[in-house]
């Protein structure tokens, strides 16, 4: 709906509640000028019950049901309230042609009830105590509302989340591993180089040993220092000593 729109029909809605509400004011306001005795009268007149109450209550009404839905407030609550009170009469005075209590005839009677039905439905419209009061009432606990709502939801999710594990007294401490030990198990298994493909490394071969030199048979070999007891120039061969005939 265009602003334009709304603002036309809360114009309109504003000259109804001018409207109706000034009717019934008017004629709660002859009422009160007649006077309570006055009104009880015209009431005995129309065989209603309890006239005395009549008086009152219509009076009344109407002239405060009247001032408020002109003001625009609680125009729901007024509107059934007049519907009420325009009904009740009409029910009283269905055999009369004129209504000298209401200021009109049963016609006028029928049409205020049908405008107080209708304001009812439809409220006061943004041009109205209603509007600017006790609807920003109602936004502002909405938004308590929904704030307590946000809260709770809250709340609720925390609750939810997974405790941690407290230790169980008596229970023996897990040690937690040592960073040494993790790095350790970070680098079993083999050793893969980016590239090279995804194979095992071969197993070095082990080292050949080195040849083992000969022994020398000292038996054999010549000596030239001389043995024990032995002259100069001799050689033991074998067991022997050359150098001299024997």
């Known amino acids: ?45 129309l065989d209603a019950p309890i006239p005395s109450f009549w008086a009152a209550a219509t009076m009344l009404i109407e002239l405060l049901g009247g001032a408020l839905l002109i003001a625009g407030l609680a125009v729901p609550v007024v509107g059934v309230l007049l519907f009420a009170e325009a009904l009740a009469v009409f029910i009283l ?55 307590a709502d946000m809260e709770a939801d809250t709340v609720i999710n925390a609750l939810r989340e997974p405790k941690r594990s407290e230790p169980t007294p008596g229970a023996p401490a897990q040690s937690k591993p040592s960073p040494d030990s993790e790095r350790t198990d970070a680098h079993k298994g083999p050793v893969t180089f980016p590239n090279q493909p995804d194979e095992p490394t071969a197993p070095h071969p082990k080292p050949k040993p080195a040849p083992r030199k000969p022994r020398r048979d000292t038996t054999t070999e010549n000596r030239s220092e001389p043995a024990a007891g032995g002259e100069p120039g001799d050689t033991l061969v074998a067991g022997r000593r050359s150098g001299k005939p024997e």
Do not use: C
């Open 93 to 147: 005075a269905a055999g009369d042609t004129g209504l000298p209590l209401t200021g009109g005839s049963v016609q006028l009677v029928v049409a205020l009830g049908a405008a107080s039905v209708l304001l009812s439905v439809n409220g006061g419209g943004r041009l109205s105590v209603d509007h600017m009061v006790i609807i920003k009432r109602r936004d502002a606990e909405a938004a308590d509302e929904m704030a």
């Open 1 to 45: 709906m265009s602003p334009v729109k709304k603002t036309f029909i809360d114009l309109a809605t504003l000259a109804a509640r001018i409207g109706v509400g000034g009717i019934f004011f008017a004629n709660g306001w002859a009422k009160l000028r007649a006077g309570l005795d006055a009104t009880e009268t015209q009431f005995l007149q």
